[in-house]
């Protein structure tokens, strides 16, 4: 009586739940679970425990990795009942938002690994997948910035900095701008810790930057756009800031339905679609527009990343009448 009172409150829990969900679809490891959940390393480990100790999660090694797993046994004699209720369950809360949410979260966590491992075997249609030494997409681009000038760049809504990061590897000065002291508190300490000099960090908004014109070769946009009140008025900002014959690049999402996304994410914009950036580029007073999608969507994941580049006027002009020309 005791073992079963203790499985059942083991079970009331949402974040558990969650987790066994996951594990009965895919093998994850606990950073990839973190990233789904969006809760701490140390609670998701905590959690793992937890269920492996009551023999509903197991372990196992793959190319170096450790990967968690639940093999549900419906016949199994003590948990195959639970088992049975559990995925009755799973499969009815499919269209719930949160479970929608993690599903998307999955979808890109999986993308990612892709982009960084190699399939191995394991049989058509599992995802069994074993990492590559050496083989890297943050290295590949790394690599790639060597190729280019140490121009001078602003990175918009740069967030806690990451991108910054990869940007000061190459760059010859960045500016950081994002309008939450705390998030710039937190990319100054990871600039610190990474020995970084060359970013300064500005407090400020992507609809009205903290930059004198044309003082960058370089604006980047990464996943900020859809966050701007007057995306179309952050565009024009990131041109006016720019040198003529700069380049502005933008990294966003294609428009999507995962309405979802506005109260957990705090997004102000589903997407847009490419004809919409490219106009609201050109309208910015942005040339030579380029707008492709930079990945593929996933039976999982909804989201498409598109990336969109276009080059400052160099005979003076700015944005189209209507338009913001600070």
Request: one cysteine or more.
């Amino acid at each position: 009586m005791k073992e079963a009172t203790a499985l059942f409150r083991l079970l009331g829990d949402e974040v558990r739940l969650r987790l066994l969900r996951l594990l009965t679809r895919e093998r994850l490891n606990v950073s990839e679970l973190t990233a789904v959940l969006g809760i701490a390393q140390s609670g998701v480990s905590r959690h793992v425990g937890l269920l492996r100790d009551a023999g509903l999660v197991s372990e196992e090694r793959s190319g170096g990795f450790t990967f968690l797993h639940t093999r549900p046994d419906e016949t199994d004699a003590a948990l195959g009942p639970v088992w049975t209720v559990l995925r009755g369950r799973f499969e009815a809360i499919s269209d719930d938002e949160v479970i929608r949410g993690d599903d998307a979260r999955l979808g890109e966590v999986l993308r990612r690994r892709l982009e960084n491992a190699e399939t191995h075997g394991g049989g058509q249609g599992t995802r069994l997948r074993q990492m590559v030494p050496g083989r890297s997409w943050a290295a590949w681009s790394r690599g790639l910035g060597l190729l280019l000038p140490p121009l001078t760049v602003a990175d918009l809504g740069c967030g806690e900095g990451y991108l910054t990061m990869e940007l000061a590897r190459w760059a010859g000065r960045v500016v950081g701008v994002d309008r939450s002291t705390a998030v710039l508190d937190r990319a100054r300490a990871l600039a610190a810790a990474r020995g970084v000099d060359n970013v300064e960090w500005r407090e400020g908004d992507i609809e009205r930057v903290p930059l004198d014109t044309a003082a960058v070769d370089m604006v980047v946009l990464s996943q900020a756009l859809h966050h701007a009140r007057e995306p179309a008025r952050a565009l024009a900002e990131a041109a006016r800031v720019t040198r003529p014959g700069g380049r502005v690049l933008v990294l966003d999402l294609d428009e999507h339905d995962q309405e979802w996304t506005r109260e957990r994410l705090g997004d102000r914009w589903l997407g847009f679609s490419r004809p919409a950036l490219c106009d609201m580029m050109r309208v910015a007073g942005l040339v030579g527009i380029t707008v492709r999608p930079a990945s593929e969507p996933g039976d999982d994941d909804p989201f498409v990343v598109v990336t969109a580049v276009g080059t400052k006027r160099v005979d003076g002009g700015g944005p189209t009448k209507g338009q913001n020309s600070r």
